[in-house]
């Protein structure tokens, strides 16, 4: 007979022998798959898009974005997003001698209020710049044109940390995200990000659909965005001018004004971007925005504003492939737009 003692310690020995096994298979295939969906639709280890950067060089300057799908570069590969156009003209027209690495830590279906926890996960970064590129994700679920109704429920959305791995070592395992988003794909029709915003679904494979039925699908889908969104005026940015509606949006403001406030925390400027005009309640929001960074900001010249509501229209399916995310092109009008504003922000 094998005495009780030792019985005890050989079960303790093979159970922690046996989890480590199982972790490092786990491990191992977490780090293939990573692999296999970074470059297109995924993230890398540290849970950021594009390739994983190292310790920071001398004259090396960093830029983080920050925001949603839209910043994420939702349906494209990662060096069609914004952030990786942005980082090739910053360095086609910054100082010499120096290079900018711009760093893409969108998370879908993420809001302002996830600004200040990214950027405290992100620290180790150490990032020069932070660009806040979020409001589409806080603008509530109204389909009413002119309603902006109150929000009660604030969207607080942190992508990364549903993981506890994540939030205690750094470490972004990607299968519990894959299998949790293929399910959330499956009863959303295929549309993910419809599914992390609980607005509108659309139907699997609208982008690679070529026939004149998809198109006019596709055209569906376009307006149906808008009209969950809510109507967008032409005129409304200048009916808008004298209208600052700091209740409402008091929640999505304070969130903004948290993140400015931790990103300077960590020694960095911010420059914070209205996205192109959605809805009258965006403009509305956005105008709140400005207004309130302004008065809270004002004497902080490392603390920028940048408006590109106007540069595009997101409702032209060449510009905004579902109504919302941007193509490819469009994207590149986006870091074009936003090259001089940051290198200011470098300076």
Not at 52 to 58: H, I, L, S, T, Y
Not at 113 to 126: C, V
Request: glycine content about 10%.
């Amino acid at each position: 007979m094998i005495p009780l003692r030792r019985r005890l310690v050989f079960g303790a020995v093979a159970s922690i022998v046996a989890a480590i096994l199982c972790g490092g298979v786990l491990l191992t295939a977490d780090v293939y798959v990573h692999t296999r969906v970074q470059t297109l639709g995924g993230v890398n280890v540290w849970g950021y898009r594009g390739p994983a950067v190292g310790r920071k060089q001398p004259r090396e300057r960093r830029v983080v974005v920050l925001g949603g799908s839209t910043a994420f570069g939702y349906g494209l590969p990662w060096n069609e997003a914004f952030p990786f156009y942005l980082e090739r003209a910053v360095n086609a027209r910054g100082t010499s001698g120096c290079f900018t690495r711009v760093i893409n830590l969108g998370a879908p279906g993420q809001g302002a209020f996830g600004f200040r926890f990214d950027l405290d996960d992100y620290a180790y970064l150490r990032y020069d710049v932070a660009v806040l590129y979020e409001g589409y994700n806080d603008l509530g679920a109204s389909d009413l044109p002119e309603a902006v109704p109150l929000r009660y429920e604030q969207n607080r959305l942190l992508w990364r940390r549903q993981s506890p791995i994540f939030a205690w070592t750094g470490y972004f395992p990607i299968l519990p995200l894959v299998l949790r988003e293929k399910a959330m794909s499956l009863r959303a029709g295929g549309d993910l990000d419809g599914a992390y915003r609980g607005r509108v679904t659309f139907e699997p494979g609208l982008r690679v659909r070529t026939t004149a039925a998809a198109m006019q699908r596709a055209a569906d889908v376009a307006d149906a965005v808008g009209r969950t969104l809510g109507r967008l005026r032409p005129d409304v940015a200048a009916d808008a001018a004298h209208r600052v509606d700091t209740v409402t949006w008091l929640p999505y403001t304070t969130a903004v004004v948290d993140g400015i406030r931790a990103a300077r925390a960590h020694g960095a400027a911010v420059l914070i971007v209205t996205q192109p005009y959605a809805s009258d309640a965006h403009v509305a929001q956005q105008r709140t925005l400005a207004a309130v960074v302004s008065q809270s900001f004002h004497g902080d010249p490392s603390v920028g504003y940048v408006n590109l509501g106007p540069i595009l229209n997101i409702r032209n399916r060449q510009v905004a492939y579902d109504g919302l995310h941007l193509t490819a092109r469009a994207n590149a009008v986006v870091a074009e737009a936003l090259t001089e504003p940051v290198l200011r922000m470098l300076q």
